[in-house]
C-alpha cells in the first residue's frame, strides 16, 4: 500500500454514460497527477495539479474528460459521454513538490461496453 | 515527437543472475530519468532515478547508467530475485514532475 487510495477498483460501463474516479493522495503531498494505461503499454500523462491548481494538461484529454482537486486534498476524474476507447487502467500518482518519486495508486479500471 | 522507449520486450533471467534492461530516449532536455516497477494489478512503483547531470547511481541491488552521448538509459538489477519478475518501465522527467514513460520490459525470472 503506498498510501493514494483510488475509488473504484473498477468500473464497468454503458458507452454514453457519465463516469467519475476519485483519487486520495497521500496528504501531505502537494503534486498530484492523472495516468492512463492501456494493456501492454506504459502509462501515459493525463494532467496534474499543484494543489488546487491544475497546471497541465495533455492533449489526450478531450474535452470529454475534466479533472479537480477543489481543496488541494483529493481529486476527481470524470468521463463524459464514454466510448469503448475510454477503456483503460486511470492512475493517480501523488508527490511533494521538488521530489522525483511519485507514488502511484493500484488505479480504476474502466471498462466501457 | 520526442518519446521514450525500450529495446526489449521481454526479459528473461535465471534466479541470481544480474539483469540488464535497456532504455533509449531522445528528449535531451529532461532534468532527470527514473526507473518505475509494475507488477500485476498494481500501480507503478519507484525504483530509482538519476539527475540528468549524473551517469550513474546506485541503490540497493540497483544501479542506473546514464549515458547522454548516446541516450540511452540502462537498469541494473543485482542477483535477480523471483520477486523481481514484474513489467519495468524507464521514464523522463521534467522540473515540474512531468513523467513520460516507456512501453516496458517484461522481466521474467526463471528458478
Known amino acids: 500500500d503506498t498510501g493514494v487510495s483510488q475509488n473504484p477498483r473498477h468500473k464497468i460501463t454503458k458507452r454514453g454514460q457519465n463516469v467519475t474516479f476519485r483519487c486520495d493522495p497521500i496528504s501531505e503531498h502537494n503534486r498530484l497527477y492523472w495516468y492512463r494505461q492501456t494493456l501492454g503499454q506504459g502509462p501515459e500523462f493525463l494532467t496534474y495539479?499543484?494543489?488546487?491548481?491544475?497546471?497541465?494538461k495533455s492533449r489526450l484529454l478531450s474535452d470529454r474528460f475534466s479533472a479537480e482537486r477543489p481543496k488541494g486534498s483529493f481529486s476527481t476524474l470524470e468521463i463524459q459521454r464514454t466510448e469503448q476507447g475510454d477503456s483503460a487502467m486511470y492512475l493517480c500518482?501523488?508527490?511533494?513538490?521538488?521530489?522525483?518519486?511519485?507514488?502511484f495508486g493500484q488505479g480504476t479500471r474502466l471498462t466501457v461496453v | 515527437g520526442e518519446s521514450v522507449g525500450l529495446h526489449l520486450p521481454t526479459l528473461s533471467v535465471q534466479e541470481g543472475d544480474n539483469s540488464i534492461i535497456n532504455c533509449a530516449y531522445s528528449n535531451s532536455a529532461s532534468d532527470y530519468f527514473i526507473w518505475y516497477k509494475q507488477e500485476s494489478g498494481k500501480g507503478p512503483q519507484f525504483i530509482i532515478d538519476i539527475r540528468s547531470n549524473m551517469d550513474k547511481r546506485q541503490g540497493q541491488r540497483v544501479t542506473v547508467l546514464l549515458n547522454k552521448t548516446v541516450k540511452h538509459l540502462s537498469l541494473q538489477i543485482a542477483a535477480t530475485q523471483p520477486g523481481d519478475s514484474a513489467v519495468y518501465f524507464c521514464a523522463e522527467g521534467d522540473s515540474w514532475g512531468k513523467f513520460q514513460f516507456g512501453a516496458g520490459t517484461q522481466v521474467v525470472v526463471t528458478p
Open positions: 495539479f499543484q494543489n488546487e491548481a491544475q497546471l497541465e
Open positions: 500518482a501523488s508527490s511533494l513538490r521538488g521530489e522525483t518519486e511519485a507514488f
